[in-house]
């Protein structure tokens, strides 16, 4: 198993954004083995970490 640490600059979070947030954390856990997420913000500042199956 092994761990995807991702920063992001926390923008614009439409209605789009929200969507296509879904779709991608849907095919994350159905079709490529993710096994959990999840996301802290602190003010425009984001930490997302992911855990996968080798």
């Known amino acids: 198993m092994f761990a995807v640490i991702f920063k992001a600059k926390v923008g614009n979070q439409d209605q789009h954004y929200v969507d296509t947030v879904a779709i991608m954390r849907d ?10 997420f999840f996301a802290v913000a602190e003010g425009d500042q984001e930490i997302s970490i992911s855990y996968w199956h080798c």
Do not use: I, K, N, S
Request: net charge negative.
């Open 27 to 36: 095919l994350a856990f159905e079709q490529y083995r993710c096994v959990d």
